[in-house]
């Protein structure tokens, strides 16, 4: 971010604006809705700002403007509408060490005004830098849409009950009793408003808290193949939820990023051929966490269903007689033809879809995958960089490898995504060429497949940055 959100603290403070049409006008309607002292500093206002000076909301200044016109001040709008004029007043302004903000000047800003939506004391702001002011005000309007005009009235009511229920609940008491209210009392808060709702609130904290519910069960939830922005909505509400977050080594970073902030994350990850976290221990963590009362969460790469040990999971949690919820994911085939713009089946010339894996649990044989591999068909192997040397030779042994093609999608939706082309009897060398040796997905499909987008000579190797 070139620039930081932060709200200030306006009480008892005060804001200088520069200039009395109309670009000072916007700027003092907008200071108007804190509790600053607005100072203008002008030789004429317009009748708006002429209106606020006789009512005594706004004081007015005239004369020459220097240094100490600025002093103290929290904020100053440079408005005057003349950008020599601006740029003049926004050097007094720095002198005195004031933050300013230039109209329509951003090179003269330390502070941009953002695109706000007020639902007081509820306030969001929407900023774009000063790049795409359009795309800003477009957002503001969807989201005045999406909230209520009472929101900030009951945000208010649960400011004034904040302390009795500090009072009387705990932490987490307090964290569910507020849950509970800007879930499912929002609603009836704007039909019957504030007195009818209060009784239910401090009915609720004088019994120790928010009706019980069940408790939430453990939710085992897909992240998406790669980029953040492939987790669904729901794999985002639930990290919002979540009190702790047990995560793999492939989550991308960014995805915990959309978590509650004081989440506690634990990293499960194992990396191959490591086993400081095996299966077990992950799902004793999983067990200890969610008999504590936690909200837990189970962030896994790609989908929870598929080739993620989730069945493991779930069946320790059903043991100790624990709830959980599978929440799907985008799986790693899907987003890796995604990423190269291909399709996993396509009518009328692929119409059987297998997924694999190269390894197994006790690291036998390759699974049994090669009787599905027919003109028809589009084979999906997880985990098939290390075991390429076996594939090779399972396709070798079924008179095959001369007939099958590989594209191989490394590290699929992110910004170091590779897409390899070559035909089976190469892959392990065009592995090696490459030196991958990240998460890979590989599809073996005939050579006259056209499921996957391929190069012109299926033995060239492509390497193709996303």
Known sequence: MKTFPMFLTMTNRRVVIVGGGEQATQKCRLILKTEAHIDILAETLDVELQSLAQAGRISWHKGPIGPAQFAGAALVFVATGCPGMDACLHMLAKASGAVVNVVDQPDLCDAITPSIVDRDPVVVAIGTEGTAPVLGRQIKTRIEEMLEPKLGDLAALAGRLRGFAADRLGPRARRDLWAWVFGNLRAQHAQTGDAAVARIIKTAIASGGAP????????????????????????????????????????DPQVLELARRDAERVYVGKAPGCHSWPQDKINAVLVSAARRGQRVVRLKCGDPGVFARGTEEAEALQAAGLDYEIVPGVTAASGAAAAVGGFLTERGKTDTLVLTTGRLADDGDTPDWVQHITGRSNVAVYMGVRAAGRIVETLRKAGLAQRIH?????????????????????????????????????????NHDTALPQPADIATVRRMAV
């Open 212 to 251: 019980a519910a069940a408790p939430a069960p453990v939710a085992l939830v897909g992240a998406g193949p790669g980029s953040s922005d492939l987790i669904t909505l729901r794999g985002v509400k639930r990290l919002q939820e979540a009190d702790i977050i047990f995560y793999d080594r492939l989550v």
């Open 406 to 446: 590989v594209t191989v999608v490394v590290n699929a939706q992110r910004p170091d995504q590779q897409v390899l082309h070559c035909p089976a009897t190469a892959l392990e060398a065009t592995l090696a060429e490459a030196g991958v040796d990240a998460p890979a997905i590989l599809f073996l499909q005939h």
